[in-house]
């Protein structure tokens, strides 16, 4: 069935350097994949999506790399900021099952000042 | 901005209650979902709507039902609840099928005892 993991529970980064999440995934038929962001006490918030067709996409200091070889999604921070501690989690959808998102099971990243 | 909001940020229940717990979205959204959240498990999806009166089961939606009478509220019913069904309860909604961007609600933690 679908699986999406990944590879670090936990990530601590000193403030202004740049952070890398990770997050693989099982199926190949994956048709799109998100990254969300959870602030503590706060439900998920979207940061970014990739389709399956694309390996780069950049949004406003983030960066989503997707390598379908190797099954691989990671999610770049530049010049992370103490705003950025959180839970992040990575998803996935296909198409066929239209709204279902599938998601892993969290990053949690500590800026350290 | 969109608001999801949840009636409850915590709940204690007895074994074998009756439990409601519900969600309203004020963005006019078609899709509506139920995720419950355990440490190290992500979110997984208990149910969803994509319309009033319509709604799909998601991985997990034993020991669960839903209601959704009008398309701004969704409502989460424990028939009897169980310990296993502590945990922290996210709602979220979306425009309609095809948007990888999911708006949460802050959450419910239920604890069943």
């Known amino acids: 069935g679908e699986s999406v993991g990944l590879h670090l529970p936990t990530l601590s980064v000193q403030e202004g350097d740049n952070s890398i999440i990770n997050c693989a995934y099982s199926n190949s038929a994956s048709d799109y994949f998100i990254w969300y962001k959870q602030e503590s006490g706060k439900g998920p918030q979207f940061i970014i999506d990739i389709r399956s067709n694309m390996d780069k996409r950049q949004g406003q200091r983030v960066t989503v790399l997707l390598n379908k070889t190797v099954k691989h999604l990671s999610l770049q921070i530049a010049a992370t900021q103490p705003g950025d501690s959180a839970v992040y989690f990575c998803a996935v959808r296909r198409m066929e099952y239209g709204n279902k998102l599938v998601f892993g099971a969290g990053t949690i990243l500590r800026v350290k000042s | 901005d969109v608001k999801v909001t949840q009636s409850s940020r915590y709940l204690v229940k007895r074994t074998g209650e009756k439990v409601f717990l519900e969600c309203v979205q004020d963005m006019d959204h078609e899709n509506m979902f139920w995720y419950r959240q355990d440490p190290g498990l992500g979110l997984r999806l208990i149910y969803f709507?994509?319309?009033?009166?319509?709604?799909e089961k998601g991985d997990i939606p034993e020991g669960y039902s839903v209601s959704r009478e009008k398309k701004e509220r969704f409502s989460l019913i424990l028939e009897s609840a169980s310990t296993n069904q502590t945990s922290m309860y996210l709602c979220?909604?979306?425009?309609?099928?095809?948007?990888?961007?999911?708006?949460f609600g802050p959450g419910t933690r239920l604890t069943v005892t």
């Open positions: 709507s994509y319309d009033v009166k319509m709604k």
């Open positions: 979220a909604s979306n425009l309609g099928t095809g948007w990888n961007e999911q708006y």
